[in-house]
């Protein structure tokens, strides 16, 4: 199967796919080629797309950040003192759930293109659905950790899972925007836990459980419901998305197909491996790495943490909780709002380098300052700014890896680097840095704010020299100016000259 040049602008947009027997290799066309005209005649078509995979797909999310992050909400209800536990073995008990996430990311992604989609992702919102439902009956240490452990079993593959899900549904310079929608999930879940927390906390006593534990038995229950639900909700592909018309379908595929995202690839296993082992030792997968482990450490300490630093600034109870969700609301608001100026201008690293230095102003201030008002005022510039850094990153892993094997590792690298930053942050905020100023934590995640900047510049840097020079060597091949698709012995690989970065 080849692909055929696209038309220019002034005549009707049409892709037309032609059987090629004789080559098994594809055209790769740089995704602003199929941004134009084409992408707005066929606009409908992704907003019915948007109708059917966006409330599934975010609402997964944000069941996955509060099933993960209540225990911060449990702990300043007594959760920690019930199980009698100190500082370090609570850090402990978030330590736990963290060590299987960065194991069964990548295994999780390999094993999607087995099993596909519709039957991994609903398995696993149940099984960690059943596994936080029974921390509300947990009455020891040991138990929790056990609990902890395998909660991070099945809920590690979630996030990689479904960023690699969404790549293989909407065009490169179309996705950071479905992808800020769904993952502002994480910072509504923040905030929905706090106003969560303050109501069912309130049913101490009830069945003769405290209050924290309904927290757990209410909100892994409705996992486990959604879970059953999404058997039926979530379409492997867009081929198979009953709400599109068979032409609407073969739109759709023609596009992603012209834009590298859904083609055959071969499926042996020493080929998987080899494809595996070569995306490790890319520059601009390991520098986006880099900046997942820098956040990774901010986002975690903040989901954990965040009520106990308000707490440390004279709140609590129930105020306490409720002083957590206006951060998480702001973040959620700017994350989708800039991240249209991302897909319109293809700015991954410009818009990961903004939230950064936003992250990195606030932890300044936190830092700095001895007003609770004024650190409280903080929260509003690291909170979002440190919430907002993940889906440009995981769009910018997944724009710039192909074929699928090698986005599906891009996108596993991320989340692991990402968990192991966040096994730092349970020590830095949990029992090394002591409320209510915890300097030494503050002082790190400020000094990992500037990394990300760091890393983020040097992959703008090394993502456009290479389109230069694939430029450069697509006119030699061609004759021209290199904009006409010509077949490429490299297939769709991200190395091919026709093959464009997203910067």
Partial sequence: ????????????????????????????????????????TAAVNWY???IVILPVVTMMIFLSSLDR?????????????????????????LTVTL??????????????????????????IILWGITATLQGVVHNYSGLLALRFFLGV???????????????????????????????ATSIASAFSGLLAAAIIKMEGVGGRPGWAWLFILEGLFTIVFGLASYFMLPDNPAAVPALMPEEQKTITAILEADGLSRAERSDFSYTMAEVGRTFVQPHVILVALCGFFNGSALSGLSYFLPSIVEGLGWSGTKAQLMTV??????????????????????????????????AIGFSIFLGSFVNEVRYGSLFLLVPGTFSI????GVWAANNSSPFTRRATALAILPVTTNLGAILSTWLLGALSPPPRYTSATVTLLVFQLGIVACAGANVWWLARENARKRRARAALSGDEGDGAVPDP????????????VL
């Fill in 1 to 40: 199967m080849s692909v055929s040049p696209l038309p220019s602008k002034s005549s009707t947009p049409e892709l037309v796919l032609e059987d090629d027997s004789s080559s098994k290799h594809n055209v790769v066309l740089d995704s602003e080629a199929v941004d134009g005209s084409f992408h707005r």
């Fill in 48 to 50: 019915k797309l948007d």
């Fill in 69 to 93: 992050s209540n225990i911060g909400n449990a702990q300043i209800a007594g959760f920690q003192e019930f199980l009698h536990m100190s500082d370090s073995q609570f850090s402990m008990a």
């Fill in 99 to 124: 060590i299987p996430y960065t194991v069964v990311d990548l295994p999780s992604n390999l094993l999607m293109k087995v099993v596909g989609p519709r039957i991994l992702l609903p398995t696993s």
């Fill in 154 to 184: 099945f809920e590690g593959g979630c996030l990689p899972g479904l960023s690699l899900y969404l790549a293989s549904f909407y065009p490169r310079r179309q996705l950071q925007t479905r992808v800020s929608i769904v993952f502002s």
């Fill in 326 to 359: 206006p951060p998480f609301a702001v973040s959620s608001v700017l994350s989708v709002v800039t991240s249209f100026i991302s897909d319109r201008y293809s700015c991954r690293g410009l818009n990961t380098i903004f939230f950064a230095l936003l992250a």
């Fill in 390 to 393: 993940g889906p440009p990153l």
């Fill in 490 to 501: 490299a297939g769709v690989k991200d190395e091919s000259v026709w093959f464009t970065y």
